[in-house]
């Protein structure tokens, strides 16, 4: 079980690089990684899947959009670990 305190700001984190075209290869893949283990029992919060099955909807049927927002080779976006409340 993940705590999605963890893997929901990340998500968060990603998903506005990619939206401001400053996604990195990889960021799609492991947004589908993250809404599998914030899915439905496999986290301590109720509300993780909550976020996770729209995300993971709209990945399946958006991807093009998606991948619009990859611009750059991998770096910023996956150098750190997000620190709790800093998004």
């Given at each position: 079980m993940h705590p999605c305190r963890d893997g929901l700001p990340w998500s968060v984190k990603l998903l506005r690089a990619l939206e401001a075209g400053t996604g990195e290869p990889g960021d799609i893949e492991l947004l589908k990684q993250m809404a599998r283990d914030l899915g439905p029992g496999k986290t301590f919060c109720a509300h993780a899947p909550g976020a996770a099955m729209p995300l993971s909807s709209a990945i399946h049927y958006?991807?093009?959009?998606?991948?619009?927002?990859?611009?750059?080779?991998?770096?910023?976006?996956?150098?750190?670990p997000i620190p709790v409340g800093s998004i």
């Amino acid at each position: 079980m993940h705590p999605c305190r963890d893997g929901l700001p990340w998500s968060v984190k990603l998903l506005r690089a990619l939206e401001a075209g400053t996604g990195e290869p990889g960021d799609i893949e492991l947004l589908k990684q993250m809404a599998r283990d914030l899915g439905p029992g496999k986290t301590f919060c109720a509300h993780a899947p909550g976020a996770a099955m729209p995300l993971s909807s709209a990945i399946h049927y958006f991807r093009d959009e998606f991948e619009r927002g990859i611009t750059r080779p991998r770096g910023e976006a996956h150098a750190d670990p997000i620190p709790v409340g800093s998004i």
